[in-house]
């Protein structure tokens, strides 16, 4: 049986400390994710303006939406500075402002969209690798 304290768990998911860079790739990461091999083929059909306009467009968006959660986790009370136990991600600050009934409801749905991306990037996965093959002949 673990016996740390609540105090010693704080850091079990690692440091809260993200350099510049660091969060630089995660949010090109999250905005792009499994579309990113997508991209050159989308430029090649649609041409280079509507991709790139759409593209612009959903990431302020994002970029706005991603902001108002830090702002509500951080009026989480004792959640000032992103420093309290327990560490409140996306579900539980569902949890914290609507209840458990949509906090069930939330993870559940956001569990589906977890595994829809990785479907997804396993079918592009496969697709160019399959192209890589057929090329290579």
């Known amino acids: 049986m673990?016996?740390?304290?609540?105090?010693?768990?704080?850091?079990?998911?690692?440091?809260?400390?993200?350099?510049?860079?660091?969060?630089?790739?995660?949010?090109?990461?999250?905005?792009?994710?499994?579309?990113?091999?997508?991209?050159p083929l989308m430029n090649q059909s649609a041409g280079w303006l509507t991709p790139t306009l759409t593209l612009l467009i959903l990431f302020f968006l994002s970029t706005f939406a991603g902001t108002m959660l830090c702002e509500a986790m951080q009026r989480i009370p004792g959640n000032r500075n992103f420093d309290s136990v327990p560490?409140?991600?996306f579900t539980?600050?569902?949890?914290?402002?609507?209840?458990?009934?949509?906090?069930?409801v939330f993870q559940i749905f956001y569990n589906i969209s977890l595994q829809a991306l990785n479907i997804v990037a396993m079918i592009v996965s496969a697709q160019e690798s399959v192209v890589l093959v057929i090329n290579s002949l």
Request: hydrophobic fraction near 35%; include cysteine.
């Open 92 to 104: 539980t600050t569902v949890r914290h402002y609507y209840g458990q009934k949509a906090y069930l």
């Open 2 to 39: 673990d016996t740390k304290s609540s105090k010693d768990d704080k850091g079990a998911f690692g440091t809260k400390k993200i350099t510049l860079a660091g969060s630089f790739c995660l949010m090109l990461n999250n905005s792009m994710g499994p579309a990113m091999v997508v991209l």
């Open 87 to 89: 560490r409140y991600e």
